[in-house]
């Protein structure tokens, strides 16, 4: 009768405090692990606990793998650990669970019950504290991750210091050689643009001079209109240059004809002086002939000695005024250095054209004085001739 009234008093207990859990009488009359494992399980939610085993709850049998008795063992320790909770030298082994005795299994029951009871009563008064610690200690722990993670950032960024600390030693290295370096190439440029500024004076200086000699030749330069006098001077005397050449081809032809006249001369007089110890009266009329020739070209003689010294005369004048020419040609060339291309080409070409026409004149003379001294010879060879020829007419007259 007592043991009904217990199971009755722990049916009642079950159905109050835990009305998911669906138990038996004979349940408690014989226990079996399965029975007693829903039971334990249902009774650890009530306290939030996490219980899942690793079998289906209400099965008669039960696996003896390894996963399942580890879960068994884990199951008794956790019950064992709320009894102690009241009475402490209670215990409840893992034997306890898998060949488990009536009269112990109902009064472990009843202290569970009895302990989930006043838990139900006092949980707001008990675990309002509790809970309040958990959620502080919950809330330090958050607090102490985020401390850890700023400690970490700042490890890091601590590091980072470091490297960046380390690498802007070595450029702070790197920039004082280079600035070193630099202070050096400053002075050298320092150097150098005192030597460019005083380059610079002197070539400012030179610039001064330069505009000064600039203005000193443009007050020079002659003007347009003088030039233009100078450029008729020289065309007038190039027509007359050109005269001269025509009245020196016509006095050269007039030299030839008289060359080829001397030449004639001369062979006659060669001939003569061969023909002297037979000479004949035809040979005498034919000598008679050249002397009455001889004396025509003599009689012309001086006509054209006047005439080649006149010629003569002019082609020093022209010569002359060709040197002014060139004179004052050279006067304008030193101050019109930097006229045109093709002004400084026709100077030269007239240069060239005078200094030709010079050398025409100078040959001229030479041939004037050639002729001269020809005429003088060949008036030595007639004066023989005519002494030789008188010798000759004297004896010839004797004959007679």
Known sequence: MALDSDINLILSQSTRLIPDLIISHSDLVKPTVGCLTKIFVHYLRCFGFRVEPPFKLGSETIDQSRETRVFLIHLCRQIESIVKLSFPNKTYLYMDLIKPATRKTLSTLDYLFNFLAYYNLFKKDVLGPVEQGIKARDTLL???????????????????????????????????????????????????????????????????????????????????????????????????????????????????????????????????????????????????????????????????????????????????????????????????????????????????????????????????EALAEQIEKQEELRGILCENLEIILGENSKWH
């Open 142 to 368: 958050a607090e102490i991750k985020v401390k850890q993670r700023e400690l970490e950032q700042h490890k890091k960024t601590v590091a980072t210091i470091t490297a960046d600390m380390e690498a802007c030693k070595l450029e702070i290295n790197k920039l004082k050689a280079e600035l070193h370096e630099t202070k050096t190439k400053l002075a050298r440029q320092k150097k150098s643009t005192s030597e460019q500024e005083n380059g610079l004076e002197h070539y400012e200086q030179q610039e001064n001079e330069l505009n000064k000699r600039i203005k000193h030749w443009e007050q020079l330069v002659v003007e347009e209109n003088q030039v233009l006098e100078l450029k008729k001077q020289i065309q007038s005397t190039i027509l007359h240059v050109e005269s001269c050449k025509k009245e020196l081809a016509s006095t050269e032809q007039i030299i030839d004809s008289q060359r080829s006249l001397i030449e004639d001369s001369q062979q006659i007089v060669v001939a003569l002086e061969k023909a002297t110890p037979l000479l004949t009266l035809s040979q005498l009329e034919d000598y008679k002939k050249n002397t009455k020739q001889l004396e025509v070209l003599r009689k012309q003689l001086p006509a054209l000695e006047a005439r080649n010294q006149k010629a003569l005369k002019e082609a020093e004048a022209g010569k002359k005024l060709l040197l002014d020419e060139k004179q004052q040609i050279q006067q304008l060339r030193e101050k019109h250095k930097t006229e045109s291309k093709e002004a400084q080409e026709h100077i030269e070409q007239r240069e060239t054209d005078i200094e030709g026409r010079g050398k025409a004149v100078t040959e001229l003379q030479n041939e004037n």
